[in-house]
DNA sequence: CTGTATCCGTTGGGATACTG
DNA sequence: CAGTATCCCAACGGATACAG
């Protein structure tokens, strides 16, 4: 219904500041966890619903369109019935997990989870 | 005014997830960019207010007071007519400070600022 | 100088019903 | 199966007036 933006790049959010990109990217409540799944694997709409108990169809494919606006995630569809829809990370988003694996750490090393 | 707690601490929005648990301390619209501030020295609250144009009073006091909630910066009150307050990074938030380099080199690499 | 109190508008997540 | 459309609500940032 956008006259001229059919796809809302998230990527226009571009700040100044690096690190605030960086943060935008991951901002939203299921990203990193999603980020995470995928890290092991292609994981089918179905799939990503079922690993993430509570989330609703709705906020689901948000997060997955913002990803992937923002080079993180691939969406491939197999146009048959029904339908299959499958996401993998990209290379980018590969490149991405060290930076998580580096907040886990630095988490649990100040804020344990069982203090 | 609140019956038993003073100072609601965002350290209790601990999730499962240590990843989580470090994107929650960061989010907030100022927060990353004030770090960055008090990575170099100690800055007094007027000294964050002019480095960060366009910010209010009321929004500077709630970042500032979130960030100490966990821990990520000392609030230090000098009782002097007139008043003086100096914020300067913990130090947990001084280890932080490779993650933020981190992100900013990661989008510097995949998201260059002029593209 | 360093806040607090209040109100307001925007954003984002959640729930549900419906669709190709 | 994999969404879309719609409405709702809570959380957050912002602006302003006032206070210690």
Not at 26 to 37: N, R, T
Not at 69 to 75: E, F, Q
Request: charged share 20%; proline share 8%.
């Amino acid at each position: 219904m956008n006259p001229a933006s059919t796809t809302d790049s998230p990527l226009s959010q571009r700040t100044a500041c690096p690190v605030t990109r960086a943060q935008t990217i991951m901002a939203g409540k299921w990203k990193i966890v999603l980020l995470w799944h995928l890290s092991t694997g292609t994981k089918r709409f179905h799939e990503l619903e079922q690993l993430l108990p509570g989330i609703s169809k709705g906020i689901l494919t948000r997060q997955l369109r913002e990803l992937e606006a923002d080079s993180m995630i691939n969406r491939r569809v197999y146009r048959e019935i029904p339908p299959k829809v499958e996401y993998s990370l990209t290379e980018i988003g590969h490149s991405f997990l060290p930076i998580l694996d580096q907040m886990a750490a630095w988490s649990n090393q100040h804020f344990p989870p069982e203090s």
